[in-house]
């Protein structure tokens, strides 16, 4: 039976869906050349609590390096941006089809069937640790699952705790962007003094409440 519960990797917690790994959802249909990527068309935003975590092992900051190297990558004073793959030519070609999904499905994003974000392989799945990955991608399910009516009610408590676990996140953000500027210093202005000022600050961990496994009864 499939089944959703939460995994950690290294304190960074995750949701797990089993039905991902052969996803029939709407949001994994995909137009463009990049087939079989779940709903990772999502172009990825990582902030300091994720680049903090990166600066403070070798992994990481390899890791770190990948992304700030990829020609679609934006860093902006408090986070980076990854602008991934966009086909153009498919957009094209199958625009027609996306709007008949978009209209029974009450979709508004008519892009979405045709971006893949930079990291997702086809077939595979994510190329980065799930460690580095950001919140969005370790704790999203769409809504395809979430809403299913056998497990609606007992995915409530997993949307609670990623709510609480989201306004930490932002918190701790706020505060290492604070001591950034308190250091005169941003992504932006000189990264690599600020990824030394973040190497130096202790990695604060959240204590996520324990979730019961969901079975889903497709
Ligand atoms: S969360 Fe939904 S859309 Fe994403 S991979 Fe899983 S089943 Fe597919
Ligand atoms: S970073 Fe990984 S998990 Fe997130 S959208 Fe990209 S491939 Fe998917």
């Known amino acids: 039976m499939e089944r959703i519960y939460l995994d950690f990797d290294m304190d960074v917690p995750r949701y797990i869906c089993t039905v991902c790994k052969h996803c029939t959802s709407t949001m994994g249909i995909s137009f463009g050349r990049i087939k079989d990527r779940g709903c990772c068309y999502y172009y990825p935003k990582f902030e300091l609590i994720h680049i903090q975590r990166m600066s403070k092992t070798k992994e990481g900051l390899k890791t770190l390096n990948m992304i700030i190297d990829y ?4 860093i902006y004073r408090y ?19 996306a709007l008949e999904i978009m209209a029974d499905k009450g979709i508004e994003d008519d892009t979405m069937f045709f971006r893949a974000c930079a990291f997702v392989e086809s077939g595979y799945g994510c190329k980065l640790p799930p460690r ?10 769409c809504s395809d699952i979430e809403d299913h009516s ?6 409530k408590p997993y949307e609670r705790e990623r709510e609480r676990y989201i306004r930490w996140e932002k918190w701790e953000n706020e ?15 000189d990264f690599h003094r600020s990824i030394e ?22």
């Open 71 to 74: 020609p679609g990558t934006v």
């Open 79 to 97: 986070y980076i941006h990854v602008k991934g793959f966009f086909d153009h030519k498919t957009y094209k070609e199958n625009y027609n089809k």
């Open 132 to 141: 580095y990955r950001s919140s969005v991608c370790n704790l999203f399910i």
């Open 150 to 155: 056998t497990i609606a009610e007992d995915f």
């Open 175 to 189: 505060g290492l962007a604070h001591i950034l500027a308190k250091q005169g210093c941003d992504l932006l202005s």
């Open 197 to 218: 000022i973040l190497q130096d600050i202790p990695l604060d961990i959240y204590e996520f409440k324990k979730l019961d496994e969901i079975l889903i009864d497709k």
